[in-house]
């Protein structure tokens, strides 16, 4: 049997006006940004989830719920943290992950090694992040939303 575990994970959070854009970390200068409990970082949040799974913890809803036991606005890198804390504390070690955002907007090319660089230091291995469009079909092509896509390895220490 294998040390070695993999897990996906999935975020989605459609557009809000008059709130931040973080994704992967990384503040964007946008008039709209996520709406979500959280930061509504659907990168980091899908990097949860892969991470989660991956250990077999749950889910990024079960470990951190929309309520009012996690703080309203919370950055998800703190949530990541807490995320990999609980990893590490039955074991598993992160191998590497890789991140996909899926929308129209923001083009990300220029802060991607930005955003590669804080995660990869967070998670204390390789995170790859990149994006792709969904040629214009549906929410995230209407530009209603974004939505991001993660697979993450870990290994049992």
Do not use: W
Request: hydrophobic share 45%; aromatic share 4%.
């Amino acid at each position: 049997m294998s040390n070695l575990r993999v897990g996906i994970g999935v975020d989605a959070h459609a557009f809000a006006e008059g709130v931040p854009l973080v994704l992967g970390g990384v503040s964007f200068d946008s008039p709209r940004g996520l709406a979500g409990h959280s930061d509504g970082d659907v990168i980091t949040h899908a990097l949860i989830d892969a991470v989660l799974g991956a250990a077999g913890l749950g889910d990024i809803g079960s470990l951190f719920p929309s309520d009012s036991s996690t703080p309203a606005g919370v950055s998800s890198l703190d949530l990541l943290d807490d995320a990999l804390a609980q990893v590490r504390a039955a074991g598993y070690a992160v191998v590497n992950a890789d991140c996909v955002l899926i929308g129209e907007e923001p083009r990300i090319a220029a802060r991607r090694a930005e955003m590669t660089e804080l995660l990869s230091a967070r998670v204390g291995a390789p995170v790859n992040v990149r994006a792709t469009t969904t040629d214009r079909l549906g929410f995230a092509g209407r530009g209603e939303g974004l939505a991001a896509e993660a697979v993450a390895l870990v290994e049992k220490s």
